[in-house]
């Protein structure tokens, strides 16, 4: 399988700050990103989609003003969280895809403490 | 609306005991399921899935899912689990240009010694 890289693997901040997590495909171009959330007993929900040097498209309820997504190459995309809230704590999870892709590929989560 | 339902949370076997994760599906057109496994702080890694043609499809650790389109079920089975086989499974259906995956809820496994 693909080789993905996602970190920080944690991170703990405090409300009102920003934190950013940034996604990898190491072994291959990711031409199409996605970001999901996890909340404790739920399912992965999808946040948004973003495709390389395009605007992300956004789930319907996710803020685009505080889930920043950039997806400036086709090896790296990051998302930041700006002024951070507790209800924001959750996992987070990056999931690049291949043009050609029929599979999934995913890395492998941040867990996000806001306190 | 496309869903995934996992009913169980948890479950909890003994090693070399058999296993079935049940998962069922909506969505309107044919899906693309998938079967993916988590281990603690590991991302997820895909044990197997189902496009089309026999409904039987086998994938990596010994797994299996048999799609039953009259059931809407995907369940997830092996017949002699491993210690190692402790995670959390996720089942999840893709539409049909890979866009979207719609997943379940987990379902953890325990595996007794």
């Known amino acids: 399988g693909a080789v993905v890289s996602q970190h920080p693997s944690r991170v703990i901040c405090k409300s009102g700050t920003s934190v950013k997590i940034e996604c990898r495909s190491l072994?291959?171009?990711?031409?199409?990103m996605f970001w999901y959330r996890q909340f404790p007993k739920q399912s992965l929900m999808l946040m948004a989609t973003?495709?390389?040097?395009?605007?992300?498209?956004?789930e319907q309820g996710v803020e685009k003003d505080k889930f920043l997504i950039n997806h400036a190459s086709l090896t790296l995309s990051t998302l930041t969280v700006t002024s951070a809230h507790p209800e924001d704590s959750s996992f987070y999870i990056c999931?690049?895809?291949?043009?050609?892709?029929?599979?999934?590929?995913f890395g492998q989560g941040t867990r996000l403490t806001v306190v | 609306a496309q869903s995934v339902t996992q009913p169980d949370i948890h479950i909890t076997v003994s090693e070399g005991a058999s296993l079935e994760l049940r998962c069922n599906y909506s969505?309107?057109?044919?899906?693309?399921l998938f079967w993916y496994v988590q281990s603690p702080g590991q991302g997820l890694q895909l044990l197997l899935k189902?496009?089309?043609?026999?409904?039987l499809v086998q994938g990596i650790k010994g797994f299996e899912a048999e799609f039953k389109r009259s059931q809407s079920s995907f369940n997830l089975r092996k017949p002699s689990v491993h210690w190692s086989d402790a995670a959390e499974y996720f089942c999840?259906?893709?539409?049909?240009?890979?866009?979207?995956?719609?997943f379940g809820s987990g379902t953890k496994l325990n595996v007794k010694p």
């Open positions: 999931s690049p895809r291949r043009g050609d892709g029929t599979e999934a590929f």
């Open positions: 072994d291959f171009q990711a031409t199409t």
């Open positions: 973003s495709n390389e040097g395009s605007k992300a498209t956004y």
């Open positions: 969505y309107g057109a044919t899906p693309y």
């Open positions: 189902y496009f089309s043609g026999d409904t």
């Open positions: 999840a259906v893709g539409d049909n240009n890979f866009n979207k995956f719609y």
